[in-house]
T-cell receptor
Framework: DAGVTQSPTHLIKTRGQQVTLRCSPKSGHDTVSWYQQALGQGPQFIFQ???????QRGNFPDRFSGHQFPNYSSELNVNALLLGDSALYLC???????????FGPGTRLTVL | GESVGLHLPTLSVQEGDNSIINCAYS??????FIWYKQESGKGPQFIIDIRSNMDKRQGQRVTVLLNKTVKHLSLQIAATQPGDSAVYFC??????????FGKGTRLSVIA
């Protein structure tokens, strides 16, 4: 039974660039949530996708956008990257928006 | 406590002893609580969860206690092992609100 997978593992970008991160949910899960985890902090909720729509959104600017595909996989896009966007980006999947969330290994984004 | 972090509250425990990790929450409307374990370079791993209609729940070597009166949550790990060394996060949610993570605690197991 495959767990949550994320790609790429690591990514280095420069300020102003755009990035796309990908997530495949755990088998049988239909909901994907994205989190940002800065060094030394707990994960912070970015948004959640269910039925291919953004269901909830945290306190993140419009530069952060996402998408969910019919197979429940998801992408996180960040435009106009800032140095402060450097973080571990985590994807979590669940069976429905309110069920227990299981996390992937994360994508480490470094913005230079 | 917090993530793979620099200035986390740290709990040092002798191997074989029991560990208790505490978490205070502020939202009295929170009705779902969850503990995650995060090892360095990895994503958070689910340990155990509890809903507000319960005050205790047990898993394998772990117990979560919820005291709604004082808004306090604890994770007890029995017979702590070196593999339990990690950062532990509590998280809470209420109704339709997303998970809010607390500041983690680093657990160090002394062999």
């Amino acid at each position: 039974d495959a767990g949550v997978t994320q790609s790429p593992t690591h990514l280095i970008k420069t300020r102003g660039q755009q990035v796309t991160l990908r997530c495949s949910p755990k088998s049988g899960h239909d909901t994907v949530s994205w989190y940002q985890q800065a060094l030394g902090q707990g994960p912070q909720f970015i948004f959640q996708y269910y039925e291919e729509e953004e269901r909830q959104r945290g306190n993140f600017p419009d530069r952060f956008s996402g998408h969910q595909f019919p197979n429940y996989s998801s992408e996180l896009n960040v435009n106009a990257l800032l140095l402060g966007d450097s973080a571990l980006y985590l994807c979590a999947s669940s069976l429905g928006p309110k069920d227990t969330q299981y996390f992937g290994p994360g994508t480490r984004l470094t913005v230079l | 406590g917090e993530s793979v972090g620099l200035h986390l509250p740290t709990l040092s425990v002798q191997e074989g002893d029991n560990s208790i990790i505490n978490c205070a929450y502020s939202n009295s409307a929170s009705d779902y609580f969850i503990w995650y374990k995060q090892e360095s370079g990895k994503g958070p791993q689910f340990i155990i969860d509890i809903r507000s209609n319960m005050d205790k729940r047990q898993g394998q070597r772990v117990t979560v206690l919820l005291n709604k009166t004082v808004k306090h949550l604890s994770l007890q790990i029995a017979a702590t092992q070196p593999g339990d060394s990690a950062v532990y996060f509590c998280a809470e949610s209420s109704g339709n609100t997303p998970l809010v993570f607390g500041k983690g605690t680093r657990l160090s197991v002394i062999a």
